[in-house]
């Protein structure tokens, strides 16, 4: 299929021909209103396993909303929402979740929250494993509240990963990292990628959806306004010059 | 965590152990009860824990997103909840120890039945269900800053003019558990105070469920 946006019905076309991998997660003509507002619009995407997945989109987009719908906080009023083969909220065993604001106790110490996340999964990875990977010795016996926003995501990304998901959602992972923990931090989540976990990944950072990802869903509104593989997005145009045609404020 | 927090530990032990110890010593003279202020006091500990507590931590924990982040673990609502009124029911048995053991050093005697132990220990647990349900309503509802403010101010408003400590129609939950703990000193059973504790927390605990959002 050739390269797509909305058509005249509001949906949206895509770029690639249909994902062929099994698929970790769908959100199928998902509506969601908050305070009387369409936050989500019919918003349909997938992401497969083995696979990292960009939902792009400008702040208010619906993002977090549908990273919230994937968790079953929130429940859609139409629509249908599919998580690892069962409903949301379900299949949380089977999850991890970085989400975008602290997620933590502000006292806790970093080394104490890894602990207590390992302690409610069967099968957690060993905290020193993501400890070493993600450079956090130095932060365990640090407060939370004392350490810096882009060690606060670092632990954060470790908590999401501890329970050995199949499917990780990103929030604005890297936000706040100097370039070391970014690079460590994408060199992780490419780990993922080979062991065959999904990862979800909303990131205002274009680069970082380039480089990271395999197939990009960006949404305007609510609702997908255009998708497909990086390669194929970018093929005339930069992720950012493409982001910007098809969202709000594009001249 | 509670044990990291100033402010939380004040309310939970510093307060009620400072007012049994003054209450005790100097509270003759001002014409409290020795025989009954002390339940008062349990009564002002449990309103502490399972109010302002829950009603402060659960604001922050959602402001903070560790709801949303438990929740997205092998941890269910329902499991979040039980684990809430659990730990409030434990540290309102911590609370209820320390505060008997240390009137009990100061000459507490009550009068000891059944029925009035029975009515205590009801009466702990229902009001439990009800502050923690006010709490879980204030910080499921409200942004953690107000409901900081509020809950705080509630609290004093409570213990001030609410029935805790000083005897007054059996209308509010606060008073309904000022109440019935000063008759279980006194041997006695408090029927009418438990109904009327228990309305209140089914009602405070259905709004609770009802309007309670985990995300900010």
Same mark, same amino acid.
């Given at each position: 299929m050739a390269l797509g946006s909305r058509d005249e019905t509001g949906r949206t076309a895509s770029y690639a021909d249909p994902v062929t991998s099994a698929l970790a997660l769908e959100l199928n003509e998902v509506t969601v209103s908050l305070g009387g507002r369409h936050?989500?619009? *019919?918003l349909t995407f997938s992401a497969a396993t083995g696979e990292i997945t960009a939902l792009l989109g400008p702040n208010g987009a619906g993002k977090t909303t549908a990273v919230r719908c994937v968790t079953g906080m929130l429940a859609p009023e139409s629509g249908t929402v599919r998580v690892l083969g069962g409903? /949301?909220? *379900?299949?949380n065993q089977r999850l991890g979740l970085m989400p975008q604001?602290?997620?933590?106790?502000?006292?806790?110490r970093p080394g104490e929250l890894l602990r207590y996340l390992a302690s409610l999964y069967p099968n957690p990875r060993p905290v020193g494993e993501l400890v070493s990977a993600l450079a956090l010795a130095p932060l365990?016996? *640090? /407060?939370?509240? *004392?350490?810096s926003g882009g060690e606060q995501q670092a632990v954060n990304l470790a908590g999401a990963l501890i329970g050995r998901p199949e499917l990780v959602l990103l929030d604005? /992972?890297?936000?706040?990292?100097?370039p070391h923990a970014r690079r460590r931090t994408w060199d992780v989540i490419g780990g993922l990628r080979a062991d065959g976990v999904a990862v979800l990944l909303t990131t205002h950072d274009m680069d970082e959806a380039a480089r990271l990802a395999d197939r990009v869903w960006i949404m305007d509104a609510g609702r997908v306004s255009v998708s497909g593989t990086v390669a194929e997005l970018t093929a005339d145009a930069s992720l950012e010059d493409v982001f910007l045609r098809h969202t709000g404020g594009a001249a | 965590m509670l044990l990291r927090n100033g402010e939380q530990l004040l309310l939970t032990f510093a307060i009620p152990l400072g007012l049994l110890v003054g209450g005790l010593i100097w509270g003759a003279g001002f014409g409290l009860d020795p025989v009954t202020f002390p339940a008062s006091v349990v009564a002002v500990a449990t309103w502490s824990t399972a109010f302002t507590a829950i009603a402060v931590g659960t604001g922050f924990e959602r402001r903070y997103g560790v709801l949303e982040r438990l929740v997205a673990t092998p941890l269910t609502r329902a499991d979040l909840i039980a684990g809430k009124a659990l730990a409030a029911c434990a540290l309102v048995a911590i609370q209820a120890v320390l505060l008997i053991a240390a009137a009990t050093g100061l000459g507490w005697r009550p009068v000891w039945s059944l029925a009035g132990a029975s009515s205590a220990a009801l009466g702990t647990l229902l009001g439990i269900a009800a502050f923690a349900g006010l709490g879980l309503l204030l910080a499921g509802t409200l942004k953690a800053e107000v409901t900081l403010a509020l809950a705080n101010l509630v609290y004093l408003a409570g213990l001030t003019l609410g029935g805790l400590l000083l005897d007054q129609a059996p209308v509010l939950p606060t008073a309904a558990l000022g109440s019935l703990m000063r008759e279980a000193a006194n041997g006695a059973a408090a029927p009418l105070a438990l109904l009327i504790l228990a309305a209140w927390a089914a009602a405070l605990t259905l709004l609770a469920r009802r309007y309670f959002r985990w995300t900010s």
């Open positions: 936050v989500l619009d *019919r409903l /949301p909220g *379900r299949t604001s602290v997620g933590a106790w502000s006292a806790v365990l016996d *640090r /407060p939370y509240r *004392r350490l604005e /992972p890297t936000a706040g990292m100097d | -």
